[in-house]
Protein backbone atom coordinates (compact mmCIF):
# COMPACT_ATOMS: atom_id res chain seq x y z
CA UNK A 1 0.00 0.00 0.00
CA UNK A 2 1.39 3.62 -0.85
CA UNK A 3 1.65 6.00 1.84
CA UNK A 4 -1.13 8.42 0.01
CA UNK A 5 -3.77 5.12 -0.17
CA UNK A 6 -2.62 4.79 3.57
CA UNK A 7 -3.10 7.99 5.08
CA UNK A 8 -6.21 8.51 2.57
CA UNK A 9 -8.01 5.63 4.41
CA UNK A 10 -7.08 6.54 7.69
CA UNK A 11 -7.97 9.95 7.34
CA UNK A 12 -11.79 8.71 5.49
CA UNK A 13 -11.94 5.95 8.74
CA UNK A 14 -11.01 8.89 11.19
CA UNK A 15 -14.09 11.56 9.57
CA UNK A 16 -16.78 8.59 8.91
CA UNK A 17 -16.04 8.10 12.76
CA UNK A 18 -16.80 11.20 13.83
CA UNK A 19 -19.82 11.50 11.51
CA UNK A 20 -21.30 8.16 13.02
CA UNK A 21 -20.52 8.62 16.78
CA UNK A 22 -20.14 5.19 18.78
CA UNK A 23 -19.80 3.04 15.59
CA UNK A 24 -16.16 2.43 14.84
CA UNK A 25 -16.60 -1.19 13.81
CA UNK A 26 -19.64 -0.80 12.01
CA UNK A 27 -17.82 1.95 9.60
CA UNK A 28 -14.48 -0.42 9.09
CA UNK A 29 -16.78 -3.00 8.03
CA UNK A 30 -18.76 -0.67 5.73
CA UNK A 31 -15.10 0.75 4.11
CA UNK A 32 -14.65 -2.85 3.57
CA UNK A 33 -17.55 -3.41 1.84
CA UNK A 34 -16.35 -0.73 -0.67
CA UNK A 35 -13.13 -1.90 -0.67
CA UNK A 36 -13.95 -5.45 -1.68
CA UNK A 37 -16.45 -3.97 -4.24
CA UNK A 38 -19.43 -6.15 -2.30
CA UNK A 39 -22.65 -4.72 -1.51
CA UNK A 40 -23.80 -3.81 1.84
CA UNK A 41 -27.40 -4.12 4.09
CA UNK A 42 -27.39 -2.60 7.00
CA UNK A 43 -30.03 -3.49 9.64
CA UNK A 44 -31.09 -1.32 12.45
CA UNK A 45 -34.04 0.94 13.71
CA UNK A 46 -34.90 3.92 12.11
CA UNK A 47 -33.00 7.31 13.44
CA UNK A 48 -29.54 5.90 13.63
CA UNK A 49 -28.28 8.29 10.75
CA UNK A 50 -27.43 5.25 8.60
CA UNK A 51 -28.55 7.65 5.40
CA UNK A 52 -26.43 10.45 6.28
CA UNK A 53 -23.30 8.42 7.05
CA UNK A 54 -23.89 6.97 3.45
CA UNK A 55 -24.03 10.67 2.31
CA UNK A 56 -20.99 11.69 3.59
CA UNK A 57 -19.21 8.81 2.59
CA UNK A 58 -20.24 9.24 -1.09
CA UNK A 59 -19.49 12.58 -0.72
CA UNK A 60 -15.68 11.88 0.70
CA UNK A 61 -15.15 9.39 -2.61
CA UNK A 62 -16.84 11.65 -4.87
CA UNK A 63 -19.74 9.38 -6.02
CA UNK A 64 -22.52 9.82 -7.81
CA UNK A 65 -25.42 9.39 -4.99
CA UNK A 66 -28.40 8.16 -5.94
CA UNK A 67 -31.30 7.27 -3.07
CA UNK A 68 -34.36 4.97 -3.46
CA UNK A 69 -36.88 5.13 -0.64
CA UNK A 70 -38.75 1.74 -0.07
CA UNK A 71 -42.50 2.03 0.18
CA UNK A 72 -44.95 -0.90 -0.73
CA UNK A 73 -46.08 1.11 -4.05
CA UNK A 74 -42.91 1.58 -5.02
CA UNK A 75 -42.66 -0.37 -8.65
CA UNK A 76 -39.37 -2.29 -10.28
CA UNK A 77 -39.49 0.45 -13.24
CA UNK A 78 -39.19 3.28 -9.93
CA UNK A 79 -35.65 1.20 -9.62
CA UNK A 80 -34.23 0.08 -13.30
CA UNK A 81 -36.12 3.07 -15.28
CA UNK A 82 -38.08 2.75 -18.15
CA UNK A 83 -38.52 2.81 -21.61
CA UNK A 84 -40.09 6.59 -22.29
CA UNK A 85 -41.27 7.35 -26.00
CA UNK A 86 -39.30 10.43 -27.52
CA UNK A 87 -41.88 12.57 -29.45
CA UNK A 88 -39.46 14.27 -31.06
CA UNK A 89 -37.88 11.37 -32.65
CA UNK A 90 -40.84 9.22 -32.57
CA UNK A 91 -38.88 6.17 -30.76
CA UNK A 92 -38.81 4.65 -27.53
CA UNK A 93 -35.72 5.95 -25.23
CA UNK A 94 -34.38 4.24 -22.01
CA UNK A 95 -34.64 6.39 -19.00
CA UNK A 96 -32.16 5.33 -16.75
CA UNK A 97 -33.60 4.92 -12.86
CA UNK A 98 -31.61 5.93 -9.91
CA UNK A 99 -30.00 2.16 -9.40
CA UNK A 100 -27.52 3.69 -12.49
CA UNK A 101 -25.18 4.98 -9.58
CA UNK A 102 -21.83 4.77 -8.51
CA UNK A 103 -23.62 4.86 -4.65
CA UNK A 104 -26.98 3.15 -4.72
CA UNK A 105 -28.77 3.84 -1.25
CA UNK A 106 -31.41 1.32 -0.46
CA UNK A 107 -33.90 2.78 2.51
CA UNK A 108 -36.30 0.43 4.02
CA UNK A 109 -35.46 -2.17 1.18
CA UNK A 110 -37.57 -4.96 3.29
CA UNK A 111 -40.50 -2.13 2.92
CA UNK A 112 -40.83 -2.61 -1.05
CA UNK A 113 -42.87 -5.76 -2.03
CA UNK A 114 -41.23 -8.51 -3.18
CA UNK A 115 -41.82 -7.73 -6.81
CA UNK A 116 -39.52 -4.54 -6.60
CA UNK A 117 -36.82 -6.72 -4.29
CA UNK A 118 -35.96 -8.18 -7.00
CA UNK A 119 -35.54 -5.70 -9.62
CA UNK A 120 -31.67 -5.36 -7.51
CA UNK A 121 -31.33 -8.96 -8.53
CA UNK A 122 -29.70 -8.69 -11.67
CA UNK A 123 -27.37 -5.43 -10.43
CA UNK A 124 -26.68 -6.97 -7.28
CA UNK A 125 -24.86 -10.35 -9.34
CA UNK A 126 -24.40 -8.92 -12.91
CA UNK A 127 -23.79 -5.25 -12.52
CA UNK A 128 -26.12 -4.38 -15.35
CA UNK A 129 -29.95 -3.87 -15.89
CA UNK A 130 -32.40 -5.22 -18.98
CA UNK A 131 -35.02 -3.73 -19.73
CA UNK A 132 -37.12 -4.16 -23.24
CA UNK A 133 -34.68 -6.64 -24.09
CA UNK A 134 -32.03 -4.60 -24.25
CA UNK A 135 -28.65 -4.75 -20.88
CA UNK A 136 -27.47 -1.44 -19.66
CA UNK A 137 -24.60 -1.56 -18.34
CA UNK A 138 -24.07 0.25 -14.51
CA UNK A 139 -21.73 2.41 -13.84
CA UNK A 140 -18.31 1.20 -12.21
CA UNK A 141 -17.27 1.63 -9.42
CA UNK A 142 -21.22 0.17 -8.47
CA UNK A 143 -22.44 -0.62 -5.10
CA UNK A 144 -25.96 -0.92 -3.13
CA UNK A 145 -26.24 -0.16 0.73
CA UNK A 146 -29.99 -1.38 1.29
CA UNK A 147 -31.14 -0.48 4.95
CA UNK A 148 -33.71 -2.64 6.61
CA UNK A 149 -35.95 -2.44 9.65
CA UNK A 150 -35.89 -5.09 12.08
CA UNK A 151 -38.24 -7.75 10.95
CA UNK A 152 -40.68 -7.06 13.90
CA UNK A 153 -41.09 -3.62 12.54
CA UNK A 154 -44.60 -3.39 11.16
CA UNK A 155 -45.42 -3.28 7.08
CA UNK A 156 -41.81 -5.30 6.05
CA UNK A 157 -41.32 -7.95 3.78
CA UNK A 158 -38.61 -10.26 4.94
CA UNK A 159 -35.75 -10.64 1.89
CA UNK A 160 -35.61 -13.98 0.25
CA UNK A 161 -32.65 -15.92 0.92
CA UNK A 162 -31.51 -15.71 -2.96
CA UNK A 163 -31.36 -11.71 -2.45
CA UNK A 164 -29.72 -12.42 0.91
CA UNK A 165 -27.12 -13.57 -0.56
CA UNK A 166 -26.41 -11.25 -3.05
CA UNK A 167 -24.93 -8.82 0.06
CA UNK A 168 -21.69 -9.44 0.84
CA UNK A 169 -22.48 -8.62 4.23
CA UNK A 170 -25.06 -7.43 6.98
CA UNK A 171 -23.85 -4.70 9.23
CA UNK A 172 -26.36 -4.68 12.54
CA UNK A 173 -26.40 -1.10 13.58
CA UNK A 174 -26.93 -1.18 17.58
CA UNK A 175 -28.87 1.74 19.46
CA UNK A 176 -26.27 4.03 21.22
CA UNK A 177 -25.33 4.33 24.28
CA UNK A 178 -26.48 7.16 26.72
CA UNK A 179 -22.77 8.88 26.92
CA UNK A 180 -22.42 7.98 23.39
CA UNK A 181 -26.23 9.60 22.47
CA UNK A 182 -25.11 13.05 24.11
CA UNK A 183 -22.25 13.18 22.36
CA UNK A 184 -24.39 12.89 19.24
CA UNK A 185 -26.73 15.55 20.20
CA UNK A 186 -23.75 18.21 20.58
CA UNK A 187 -22.76 17.15 17.20
CA UNK A 188 -22.26 19.84 14.43
CA UNK A 189 -23.71 19.25 11.07
CA UNK A 190 -20.21 20.10 9.22
CA UNK A 191 -16.56 19.13 9.31
CA UNK A 192 -14.73 21.37 6.71
CA UNK A 193 -11.89 18.85 7.21
CA UNK A 194 -13.79 16.19 5.24
CA UNK A 195 -11.26 14.04 3.10
CA UNK A 196 -11.20 14.20 -0.05
CA UNK A 197 -10.79 11.23 -2.20
CA UNK A 198 -11.94 10.14 -5.96
CA UNK A 199 -13.89 7.58 -7.60
CA UNK A 200 -10.49 6.07 -9.19
CA UNK A 201 -9.11 5.80 -5.84
CA UNK A 202 -11.90 3.46 -4.96
CA UNK A 203 -10.60 1.07 -7.76
CA UNK A 204 -7.02 1.16 -7.06
CA UNK A 205 -7.96 -0.14 -3.64
CA UNK A 206 -10.08 -3.31 -5.02
CA UNK A 207 -6.96 -4.08 -6.75
CA UNK A 208 -4.68 -4.07 -3.74
CA UNK A 209 -7.51 -6.35 -2.20
CA UNK A 210 -7.59 -8.66 -4.97
CA UNK A 211 -3.54 -9.02 -4.38
CA UNK A 212 -3.53 -9.39 -0.74
CA UNK A 213 -2.44 -13.30 0.07
CA UNK A 214 -4.34 -15.84 1.88
CA UNK A 215 -2.94 -18.62 3.52
CA UNK A 216 -3.60 -22.05 2.68
CA UNK A 217 -4.44 -23.07 6.08
CA UNK A 218 -7.47 -20.03 6.35
CA UNK A 219 -9.07 -21.72 3.00
CA UNK A 220 -9.33 -24.82 5.07
CA UNK A 221 -10.35 -23.21 8.03
CA UNK A 222 -13.27 -21.42 6.32
CA UNK A 223 -14.19 -24.37 4.44
CA UNK A 224 -14.29 -26.13 7.79
CA UNK A 225 -16.40 -23.28 9.48
CA UNK A 226 -19.23 -23.23 6.34
CA UNK A 227 -19.95 -27.05 6.81
CA UNK A 228 -20.45 -26.55 10.80
CA UNK A 229 -23.17 -24.44 9.69
CA UNK A 230 -24.78 -26.74 7.70
CA UNK A 231 -24.65 -29.97 10.62
CA UNK A 232 -25.40 -27.92 12.81
CA UNK A 233 -29.13 -28.73 14.64
CA UNK A 234 -30.53 -25.24 14.81
CA UNK A 235 -29.95 -24.13 11.26
CA UNK A 236 -31.98 -25.27 8.74
CA UNK A 237 -30.12 -24.08 5.43
CA UNK A 238 -26.37 -23.56 6.01
CA UNK A 239 -24.23 -21.23 4.71
CA UNK A 240 -23.71 -21.34 1.01
CA UNK A 241 -19.99 -21.69 -0.75
CA UNK A 242 -20.46 -17.82 -1.86
CA UNK A 243 -20.84 -17.32 1.70
CA UNK A 244 -16.46 -18.43 2.27
CA UNK A 245 -16.26 -16.01 -0.67
CA UNK A 246 -17.59 -13.27 0.84
CA UNK A 247 -15.55 -14.47 3.94
CA UNK A 248 -12.51 -14.07 2.24
CA UNK A 249 -13.09 -10.73 0.52
CA UNK A 250 -14.07 -9.15 3.55
CA UNK A 251 -11.31 -10.09 5.23
CA UNK A 252 -8.65 -9.19 2.36
CA UNK A 253 -10.49 -5.69 2.43
CA UNK A 254 -9.84 -5.37 6.18
CA UNK A 255 -6.55 -6.49 5.63
CA UNK A 256 -6.11 -3.68 3.44
CA UNK A 257 -7.60 -1.10 5.89
CA UNK A 258 -5.61 -2.17 8.62
CA UNK A 259 -2.39 -2.11 6.25
CA UNK A 260 -1.24 -5.19 5.55
CA UNK A 261 -0.67 -6.95 2.49
CA UNK A 262 -1.64 -10.57 3.89
CA UNK A 263 -4.97 -12.06 5.89
CA UNK A 264 -4.39 -12.67 8.98
CA UNK A 265 -6.59 -15.19 11.66
CA UNK A 266 -8.25 -11.95 13.05
CA UNK A 267 -9.41 -10.65 9.99
CA UNK A 268 -11.50 -13.80 9.26
CA UNK A 269 -12.87 -13.79 12.73
CA UNK A 270 -13.81 -10.01 12.25
CA UNK A 271 -15.53 -11.22 8.83
CA UNK A 272 -17.28 -14.36 9.82
CA UNK A 273 -20.57 -12.74 11.61
CA UNK A 274 -21.57 -10.03 9.00
CA UNK A 275 -20.85 -12.27 6.25
CA UNK A 276 -22.88 -15.08 7.28
CA UNK A 277 -25.25 -13.85 9.64
CA UNK A 278 -27.95 -13.11 7.03
CA UNK A 279 -26.68 -16.34 5.30
CA UNK A 280 -28.16 -19.22 7.41
CA UNK A 281 -32.09 -20.17 8.27
CA UNK A 282 -32.60 -21.15 11.29
CA UNK A 283 -35.02 -24.23 12.60
CA UNK A 284 -38.02 -23.58 14.53
CA UNK A 285 -36.43 -24.37 17.88
CA UNK A 286 -34.20 -21.71 17.38
CA UNK A 287 -36.91 -19.18 16.60
CA UNK A 288 -38.78 -20.68 19.75
CA UNK A 289 -35.83 -20.05 21.69
CA UNK A 290 -34.88 -16.36 20.56
CA UNK A 291 -31.59 -17.98 19.37
CA UNK A 292 -29.45 -16.00 16.55
CA UNK A 293 -27.44 -16.22 14.21
CA UNK A 294 -25.12 -14.37 15.88
CA UNK A 295 -25.15 -16.78 18.71
CA UNK A 296 -24.63 -19.74 16.59
CA UNK A 297 -21.73 -18.38 14.65
CA UNK A 298 -20.45 -17.33 17.93
CA UNK A 299 -20.98 -20.78 19.58
CA UNK A 300 -19.35 -22.57 16.25
CA UNK A 301 -16.17 -20.40 16.56
CA UNK A 302 -15.65 -20.97 19.98
CA UNK A 303 -15.81 -24.31 19.39
CA UNK A 304 -13.59 -24.19 16.68
CA UNK A 305 -11.19 -21.16 16.76
CA UNK A 306 -9.76 -19.95 13.54
CA UNK A 307 -6.03 -20.05 14.41
Known amino acids: MTPNHSSDLTALHNHLCKTHLGADPSVELLLASIISGGHCLIQG????????????????????????????????????????????????????????????????LNRATPRSQAALLQALEEGEVSAARTTHKLPQPFFVVATQNPIEIEGTFPLPEAQLDRFLMRIDFEQPSTECLADILRLENSDSNAPNLAAVQVVELQQMADAV???????????????????????????????????????????????????????????????????????????????????????????????
Open 45 to 108: APGLGKTRLLRELAQCLHLDFQRIQGTPDLMPSDITGSEIFNQQTSKFEFEPGPIFAQLCMFDE
Open 213 to 307: VVADDLYTQIAKLISSTHAHDDVQLGASPRGGQAIIRAAKALAVLRQRQHVTPQDIRDAVLPCLRHRIMLGYHAHAQQITSDDILIGILERDPIL
